[in-house]
């Protein structure tokens, strides 16, 4: 579904990714892991189209995406999540998922000022996928909440607003940087599951950011690390797990055999 | 929880703020002392409120240490604390701030009597000094200010400390009585529409000003209106609130066509001092609500507004006028129109094109530069062979429209056309507003990376927004030169454009009903860069006013006289959050929902 190669950016003198070879098939859920700085944020910058590779090559579902706008990426399918959540804080929460559906929907000035059928139409149909994209994360972001500024939310609600917005873009691939960061076990436990469900229930395919190494144990089917900008090994957890070169990345710890600090980061 | 928020509520808030009260007594002396250099007393004084009793040169002075005493003496009572008891030491500390503004008046006279720094201070002169001791010795003029000012001080700290209901009312009686006074220009004209000229001569003073009977009647007025109505607005409009849906938003239609009706009908009754005025504050509504759409809900600062009123203007003059130096048509007004809304539209995308790419600072200054860009193009002898350089155009015709013609010598007429256009422009903002375009605007004020990773293409909306503002500006303009009947380049200074932004933020920005206000307000009452207001008389301290509103605004209420919701969250954001806490709405975590 997504072929990346021989991908390459350099800001100044440095190489924030170096030749980076990457593939995700339909269906799959990948977890991106490496220490800080190694390059995954930048990762998924350039994939959404928000920075611009010196060199190489993404290709989604046969089209190269280099060139497009971050808007036009959305546009082809692919969305992403913020690692340090940015919401439309002063929005309320439905009309953040609203506006995301931006790009599916195209009705202008003309049916706005004379609102006519097609208007009103696609304006209930926004209003109601994004309801049903709420509820996907149960009662905590409907009913009453609807209404509500976004800035409202608690931490962990907000984190899970972010990724109704993303699934409100009607995306095939879906990009989520950190998404249980700062959540505390019990959350981020239930959004592993729902993680799974989105690939089972809504047939995302997933690429995920996450430190949290029980969550890219339960629900990645594959795992890429990354540092200093180069892909140091690949593969399913319990091998990844176990690479030396992976075990030295991280300061010869062994990873995920037991909780490891990496979790505990700021 | 219950019991410690019971023990909370038992702590009073601390006592009188002594070093407060000495500041603000410091700041009182500088208002009045600054007021008074800057000029208002002297040339205000022909102005009166109360014939012969008060002036509006001395009201400059007189509110400041009514004003300073009643800010001084409030005090925030924190969640959980109670407010203390006023007592005299109140009186006192409101008198202490009346002295220091009385203060500043006394040693200003003592000054100006003594030196003369006439040369660079315009407004020291014995005039001055004349007006402020009350053409009496610099003793008893001295003597005199200190007592007003302790009185006024007194009575400002003593708003704390009467009972609320009769501050109120107090308060009501005195800017009733001033209302009608700045109002007079108006409410002649309007009570002479309706064959009521005994009650203005009864009221009003030949030469401007209430007389002292008329005082006392609007006063008693203003008394008893509240008494008789009392509480049966409130009541009405919580029946309205109370009723279901179908019926609110049918009493909310019909509320709306008594009101357009009204204002249908309120040209006829009106004067064409009244027209005129309102025809003015209607053109500067239709410019700021375009600008509300453009700075208000798409977040972007475009300082150079006046360049779309300007390219609106000139295309109607160039269309319809005979005397139109390059190119003549001589089209009729509404085919006119449509050419200028079109090229408008199109002059706004080419500004905007270049322009949206920059952000924040950068765009506001490039758009000012544009602004002055276009003024300078029409101004240039370059294009003087189609827009008549500094002599500009004249003799454009007036509006055609089947039973008369609008023009500027009928206000009326004038005022009718600016109030179809505007009901215009407040359909599409408010229709606009609430769709998909909108949204993307408020995204990408909010944050406008993220709006363009989800979907948004914002050089696109953005230039929608510009494109939006620049057709409403044009109307705006098109009007301005039917009513003008010719048009000149030192008619779009970039003053314009600082105006019409002034009024977005002053009025509430992002919001109709508030830049509806915001112009009433300050160009009715004030005054348009070149159009004089009710207040006639304050055209030279307009700037002045205009400024110290603005500062006074940004620190104090920074959502604007009308706020949108919106813009208050994003503004008081932390007083907002804290509230949501303390009444429980805010999510704190879902640990009830997981269990």
Redesign the interface.
């Known amino acids: 579904m997504l072929q990346i190669t021989d991908l390459s950016v350099t800001f100044g003198g440095l190489h924030a990714l170096k030749d980076l070879q990457f593939e995700v098939d339909e269906g799959e859920i990948v977890s991106v892991i490496g220490p800080n700085g190694a390059g995954k944020t930048t990762f998924f910058n350039m994939i959404?189209g928000?920075v611009t590779p010196t060199a190489g090559d993404i290709v989604f579902e046969g089209e190269s995406l280099l060139g497009l706008?971050?808007?036009?990426v959305?546009?082809r399918g692919i969305?992403?999540t913020?690692q340090n959540v940015?919401?439309?804080?002063?929005?309320t929460i439905l009309?953040n998922v609203?506006?995301?559906?931006?790009?599916?929907?195209d009705?202008?000035?003309f049916?706005?000022?004379f609102?006519t059928q097609a208007?009103k139409a696609?304006?209930d149909a926004?209003r109601k996928y994004g309801e049903e994209v709420l509820s996907f994360f149960?009662?905590?972001l409907v009913g009453y909440?609807l209404d509500?500024?976004a800035?409202?939310?608690?931490y962990?609600?907000r984190r899970r607003l972010e990724i109704a917005?993303?699934m409100a873009?009607r995306p095939r691939l879906l990009l989520l940087d950190e998404p249980v960061a700062g959540m505390n076990p019990?959350?981020s436990a239930?959004l592993t599951e729902l993680i799974g469900r989105l690939r089972s229930e809504w047939g995302f395919t997933i690429v995920m950011i996450e430190h949290d190494m029980s969550v890219v144990r339960d629900v990645s089917d594959r795992v890429v690390v990354l540092d200093h900008g180069e892909t140091i090994a690949q593969g399913p957890y319990s091998q990844v797990a176990n690479d030396p070169k992976v075990i030295e990345a991280y300061l010869g710890r062994p990873v995920g055999s037991e909780q490891t600090d990496e979790e505990v980061r700021p | 929880m219950t019991a410690t928020s019971e023990n909370l509520s038992m702590v009073e808030t601390p006592g009188v703020a002594w070093r407060k009260q000495i500041r603000f007594a410091l700041i009182g002396a500088l208002s009045t002392a600054f007021i008074a250099l800057a000029g208002m007393p002297v040339g205000l004084d022909g102005r009166s409120i109360i014939q012969p009793v008060l002036s509006m040169g001395f009201l400059s002075l007189l509110w400041v240490p009514f004003v300073l005493a009643t800010i001084a003496g409030s005090e925030v009572v924190l969640e959980g604390m109670t407010a203390r008891t006023r007592d005299s030491k109140d009186l006192l500390a409101g008198g202490i701030v009346g002295l220091g503004s009385a203060g500043g008046l006394v040693l200003l006279m003592v000054l100006i009597q003594n030196f003369n720094l006439r040369d660079p201070l315009v407004n020291w002169s014995p005039q001055l000094l004349n007006l402020l001791s009350f053409n009496r010795s610099l003793a008893v003029g001295g003597l005199l200010w200190v007592l007003l000012g302790l009185i006024l001080g007194v009575f400002g700290g003593a708003m704390h400390v009467l009972p609320k209901k009769l501050c109120s009312r107090i308060r009501t009686v005195v800017l009733s009585v001033f209302a009608v006074s700045v109002l007079e220009t108006f409410l002649t004209d309007l009570l002479e529409g309706f064959r009521l000229e005994v009650l203005t001569d009864f009221v009003y003073y030949k030469r401007g000003g209430l007389e002292v009977g008329g005082a006392l009647l609007v006063a008693a007025l203003a008394l008893l209106i509240p008494l008789l109505v009392g509480t049966r607005i409130r009541d009405v409009k919580k029946q309205v609130v109370d009723l279901p849906a179908e019926e609110r938003k049918r009493v909310n239609l019909i509320l709306l066509a008594v009101s357009a009706a009204l204002l249908l009908v309120l040209p006829f009754f009106l004067g064409k001092i009244a027209n005129e005025l309102l025809a003015n504050v209607g053109l500067f509504v239709l410019l700021a609500l375009g600008l509300n759409v453009v700075v208000g809900l798409a977040g972007i600062l475009d300082l150079g507004y006046v360049a779309f009123f300007a390219v609106g203007g000139y295309t109607t003059a160039v269309l319809t006028s005979p005397n139109s130096p390059g190119f003549s048509p001589e089209l009729p007004w509404p085919i006119a129109l449509i050419v200028v809304v079109v090229l408008t539209g199109i002059v706004g995308l080419f500004i905007g094109a270049p322009v949206i790419r920059m952000r924040g600072d950068y765009l506001a200054i490039v758009t000012l530069g544009f602004g002055e860009i276009i003024r300078l193009l029409f101004l240039s002898d370059w294009l003087s062979g189609w827009f008549g350089g500094a002599q500009g155009i004249t003799n454009i015709p007036g509006v055609d429209v089947g039973i008369g013609t609008v023009k500027g010598t009928d206000p009326r007429s004038v005022f009718l056309l600016v109030l179809v256009f505007c009901a215009i422009a407040i359909y599409v903002s408010w229709r606009l507003e609430n769709s998909r375009l909108g949204r993307a605007w408020m995204a990408i004020r909010e944050d406008e990376d993220v709006a363009e990773a989800m979907g948004v293409n914002t050089t696109n909306t953005k230039l929608m927004a510009f494109v939006v503002g620049a057709v409403l500006a044009s109307f705006s303009g098109a009007i301005f030169s039917a009513k003008v009947g010719s048009i000149f380049p030192t008619s779009f200074l970039m003053l314009v454009s600082i105006i019409i932004l002034v009024v977005v933020i002053v009025g509430g920005m992002g919001n109709i009903a508030g830049v509806i206000v915001g112009a009433l307000v300050l160009i009715g009452v004030l005054g348009g860069p070149k159009q004089p207001g009710l207040l006639q008389e304050f055209s030279q301290f307009k700037l002045l006013i205009y400024g110290a509103l603005l500062v006074w605004m940004m620190l104090k209420r920074p959502e604007g006289l009308v706020p949108n919701v919106r813009r208050t969250r994003e503004l008081h954001q932390d007083e907002f959050l804290q509230d949501a806490w303390l009444k429980g709405e805010i999510d704190t975590g879902d640990q009830e929902e997981l269990s």
């Open positions: 959404s928000m706008d971050p808007s036009q959305t546009e969305a992403r913020f940015r919401l439309f804080a002063n929005m009309e609203m506006v995301a559906q931006h790009c599916r929907t009705q202008r000035v049916g706005a000022l609102q208007f696609e304006e926004i149960g009662s905590r909440r509500q500024p800035s409202v939310l608690s962990a609600n917005r993303a873009t019990r959350e239930e």
